[in-house]
């Protein structure tokens, strides 16, 4: 075998970039070089700060101005470097040399502008052709894309389409002008798991056909195994590894990498097991056997809008269709579905958050029809967990005050009562007591997640709603909170309600799994049961689905 | 859309009925007797009542009120105590005027107020920028009598570019134009400029730069639909603000509007003019707003008009 002599298309050497802070200049990015070559995917990966899309902004030439600057290095496309190119000759490269698709398919359309519009618009901006050839040229991308009826699409709206549509749009729109390089930033984060499935599959296909190298960043370690040819991990703002994906994943020399492949949840890494691995050390087993249900719920409904009257309503919604389930003391169900599976709606109908007919028992009281007094006492015994932990914490109070809430509105405990609950809380979930009197602002993501989980154990609940609790959060990070939610587990004898759209975070967390879609909940049974041996094809076309981070398993050679 | 307009037109009764009773009510509160200002200082008792019973205003209040419906619903205004007219003639002979003096001043407001808005935006935190924002600070201050007075001396009595008052060319719409503009185009400034920092930092924006666009037409083409949406719903509420605007800038330029009518007609106690001034003012915010709400769908394909 002839082993083809790399070309590189893209050379990056020695950038440095700076940010602007009130307290002077940092480095944001520090001495990064890779090549890109002909034809290859490139993957940059690392967490949140690690610079990689600083990285992919800086080839784009695309960095605010106000805050961030190239402070030294080179660009090379070719003959040109783009760190000294004018802005004018930039924007010939821009959607023309190299094209950039990014993380958001909903918010990255203009909403007013039709598909159309948005696509030819590159087209004649890069290739001078106007009008009918541009049409027939955006009309052939959409079909490249696999968008079904194209002629129709163009004259539609972003938000008539879906998410999954409206990345493939983007796709489209990128590779208009048969660009040198993609630039694909998280392209498949914010959709779920079968259609990022495909999108990557589309990704793959396109790079033959349009011959682009592409630059894929991403913090998915299951994506880089997929996708990648070579990898660079960044950290800090510094490549830190790089090399050939199977070198990477099978023989990381740095320990950052190490940690980083550790971290990834695993689908498959539980088999032969019941429960979550036990993680406290001391063996102090508060739950009681047989363990009691602490949660049952019976043909849950939730119907959304109102039945037409004159000319107000809008057409009604079934979120949530006729859902039966139960929940024991100490245990975890997992709810796992994808997007408008109605798995979060349930999660707030448990709680009495919407209104909703069937039945909700929790600790044998049933919440059904209760009005918001009545539901006072049963909201002590469940709590909720929510996904962004930037969003659930009110910026102007203290920590302290936030987690001591709860108990100043249910009239439990003095001043100095509740001090000490907040300061122990804090140790609980691993934060330093002093903590109490700081802002959200002051912590990092995974610390307002664990100050969210404080905050919910204050009136020390039998129940824990948790929403997507750890979807926000980096990989090193969410495996110590999901080690923490365990804990916590094993050692106050918590149920929780565990809604995820990640599989392989499910099965680490679950005792039972129930599979919802469409509002139903289409599988469920033990985890074992669910995920060694599912009945149920949409379950196992979401296992076939989740990638492997592991480059030899790859679902396409 | 045919349904909005129907659903919009019960409403513009509602509205008008509501605009009406409460007009009503508060002129019948008024202190002044118009019976007494039309008969004169030196009449007797005798001849203000004959007036009184003359003009119904011996009726109680309610009787009074129905009669006037009655009148609306057939078209009829009513007549001007003073002039002795119908009030519907008046009104439409002077309906012109102010129709292309709110144009004008729209104009001078959505244009002015979008072009340095826009400008303040793309500056953001520049020196251009706080000179927009002081300037535009000033003219949302300024009291419009203040500023017409203003405008008068420099543009006509001391460079004398423009007429001091009255109506006919196209010169004379000038300063009173400006003088309702400047208010609302603080406002559209100060409101482009907000809406337009928002649009320019949404991922629709990024996108449009990724694709090598020129800056004009990533302001003009993407930026700017979406920075409009807000600014049209405040177009229709504004006419509203407008109409008070009107009132003032006519007494002052000697404009022929309906504006200066319901000032004459507010000294006189001229009660039916006053009313019909006040209906048509309300017929014209409502129309605003519709008008509004038939342009946003227009703009933005998300809103369906229902």
Redesign the interface.
């Given at each position: 075998m002839i082993v083809p002599v790399p070309m590189p298309v893209l050379t990056v050497r020695n950038l440095c970039v700076d940010a602007r802070t009130p307290e002077g200049r940092r480095r944001v990015l520090d001495d990064i070089s890779f090549d890109l070559n002909l034809g290859e995917t490139l993957c940059i990966a690392g967490e949140s700060g690690s610079g990689k899309s600083v990285t992919s902004l800086s080839i784009m030439g695309l960095l605010p101005k106000a805050s961030l600057q190239v402070a030294s290095g080179n660009i090379h496309l070719g003959e040109k470097n783009l760190v000294a190119l004018s802005n004018r000759a930039m924007r010939s490269v821009r959607g023309g040399d190299v094209a950039m698709v990014f993380q958001e398919p909903m918010t990255s359309l203009n909403p007013v502008m039709s598909i159309g519009a948005q696509l030819t618009e590159a087209i004649s901006e890069h290739q001078g052709s106007e009008g009918g050839t541009a049409q027939t040229i955006a009309r052939q991308m959409l079909d490249a894309v696999h968008i079904t009826d194209p002629a129709r699409r163009l004259t539609q709206y972003p938000h008539e389409l879906s998410g999954g549509m409206r990345q493939r749009v983007m796709i489209a729109m990128a590779l208009s002008c048969r660009p040198k390089v993609l630039i694909a930033d998280e392209p498949t984060t914010a959709l779920d798991v079968t259609v990022q499935a495909q999108i990557l599959k589309l990704m793959r296909e396109l790079k033959q056909e349009f011959g682009a190298s592409i630059i894929l960043i991403t913090h998915d370690m299951g994506v880089v195994a997929e996708m990648a040819d070579r990898v660079a991990v960044m950290q800090n703002g510094r490549i830190i590894e790089q090399g050939d994906v199977l070198s990477v994943f099978e023989k990381p020399t740095q320990a950052y990498t190490q940690e980083l492949l550790a971290a990834v949840p695993r689908l498959g890494a539980h088999t032969g097991t019941d429960g979550p691995p036990r993680v406290s050390p001391q063996v102090t087993t508060a739950i009681p056997t047989p363990p009691s249900p602490i949660l049952h719920v019976r043909n849950l409904n939730v119907t959304y809008g109102s039945p037409r009257w004159l000319f107000k309503g809008k057409p009604q919604l079934t979120a949530v269709n006729n859902v039966s389930f139960e929940l024991r003391a100490g245990e975890t169900l997992g709810l796992v579905g994808e997007s408008g599976s109605g798995k979060s709606t349930t999660g707030k109908a448990v709680l009495g958050l919407i209104p909703f007919t069937g039945d909700v028992v929790i600790d044998n009281k049933n919440i059904a029809g209760l009005n918001a007094r009545q539901m006072q006492p049963v909201r002590r015994s469940a709590q909720m967990i929510f996904q962004d932990p930037y969003a659930s914490l009110d910026p102007r109070m203290a920590v302290g005050a936030a987690i001591a809430e709860p108990l100043i509105i249910h009239g439990l405990g003095g001043r100095s009562e509740r001090d000490d609950r907040v300061a122990e809380l804090l140790r609980r979930v691993g934060l330093q007591p002093d903590a109490a009197t700081r802002y959200p602002h002051e912590f990092s993501g995974g610390q307002r997640q664990r100050i969210c989980i404080a905050r919910a154990l204050t009136l020390q609940p039998k129940l824990i709603v948790a929403d997507e609790s750890v979807a926000a959060l980096d990989v090193s990070v969410r495996a110590r909170v999901l080690d923490l939610m365990l804990e916590l587990q094993e050692t106050m004898g918590i149920a929780y309600l565990f809604i995820s759209h990640d599989m392989a975070v499910v099965e680490r967390m679950s005792h039972n799994v129930a599979v919802m879609r469409g509002g139903r909940i289409v599988e469920m049974g033990t985890r074992r049961a669910v995920f060694e041996n599912p009945q149920d094809d949409y379950t196992k076309t979401l296992m076939a689905a989740v990638p492997v981070p592991d480059p030899r398993a790859r679902h396409v050679a | 859309m045919a349904?909005l307009i129907v659903?919009r037109l019960v409403q513009t009764a509602l509205i008008l009925l509501g605009v009406a009773a409460i007009t009503f009510l508060l002129l019948y509160a008024l202190p002044a007797d118009p019976a007494r200002m039309i008969a004169g200082r030196s009449a007797t008792a005798q001849t203000v009542a004959n007036i009184r019973r003359e003009l119904g205003l011996d009726q109680p209040l309610l009787v009074q009120f129905w009669t006037y419906l009655q009148g609306i619903l057939q078209g009829n205004l009513g007549r001007s105590y003073a002039q002795k007219t119908d009030v519907g003639a008046l009104i439409l002979a002077r309906l012109p005027a102010t129709l292309i003096l709110m144009a004008a001043g729209i104009f001078v407001e959505v244009v002015l107020g979008l072009i340095l808005g826009i400008i303040a935006a793309l500056r953001r935190?520049g020196a251009i920028d706080r000179m927009v924002m002081m300037a535009s600070f000033v003219g949302v201050s300024a009291p419009q009598f203040v500023v017409a007075l203003l405008l008068l001396y420099v543009f006509a009595v001391t460079l004398g570019w423009f007429p001091m008052s009255g109506f006919g060319t196209a010169a004379h719409v000038v300063l009173p134009a400006a003088t309702l503009g400047i208010l609302g185009a603080g406002w559209y400034a100060r409101m482009v400029r907000s809406a337009m920092i928002d649009v320019l930092n949404?991922?629709?924006v990024?996108?449009?730069?990724?694709?090598?666009?020129?800056s004009a037409?990533i302001v003009l083409?993407?930026a700017l639909?979406?920075a409009l949406?807000p600014i049209i719903a405040m177009i229709g509420i504004d006419i509203g603000q407008f109409m008070g605007g009107v009132v003032v800038v006519e007494a002052v330029y000697g404009w022929p509007g309906i504006g200066q009518l319901a000032w004459q007609a507010i000294q006189q106690v001229d009660i039916p003019i006053i009313m019909g001034v006040t209906l048509v003012s309300a017929l014209a915010i409502v129309l605003g707003n519709l008008l509004a709400d038939i342009i946003a769908p227009l703009?933005?394909?998300?809103i369906h008009a229902?």
């Open positions: - | 349904l659903r935190g949404q991922d629709y990024r996108t449009a730069r990724a694709k090598g666009l020129s037409r083409r993407h639909p979406n949406l703009i933005d394909p998300r229902r």
